[in-house]
């Protein structure tokens, strides 16, 4: 059963365009606000005022300038594509999906370790057995 969305264009770049518009605005927007709030800071410092808050337009410059920048960014991202794991992973094993060539290794110390293992148990045979034939 096909999905909607494996049939559905893709959004061109002049789709895209009032969007990406949008998107500058509102970014636009945010940096005018810090800008603005640095201005008034600056004014109240001249005055001799202490800085309680910025004006209620630059909230309100921060607020439309977010949902512009949000609304445009989200507009211009494509759709979602659906995940088809079965489609690609139905004729492979599980050694073949977690096998990772570039993590095995057999210069390692497991080499010592097992002619270490290999002479402790030639002693402990040798050792056993030279006691039972006493």
Not at 79 to 95: G, L, N
């Amino acid at each position: 059963l096909p999905l909607l969305a494996d049939n559905m264009p893709k959004k061109s770049a002049a789709a895209k365009l009032p969007f990406q518009v949008v998107a500058y605005i509102g970014m636009a927007l945010l940096c005018h606000a810090g800008y603005s709030t640095i201005q008034y800071r600056k004014y109240l410092r001249l005055v001799g005022e202490e800085f309680e808050g910025s004006p209620g337009d630059i909230y309100l410059e921060v607020l439309m300038g977010c949902a512009l920048a949000f609304i445009g960014v989200l507009s211009m991202a494509d759709d979602f594509e659906p995940i088809k794991m079965a489609e690609t992973f139905h004729s492979k094993t599980v050694d073949d999906v977690s096998f990772r060539q570039e993590f095995m290794s057999f210069n390692h110390r497991g080499r010592v370790l097992g002619t270490l293992l290999d002479a402790a148990e030639e002693a402990a045979r040798g050792g056993g057995g030279s006691k039972k034939t006493q």
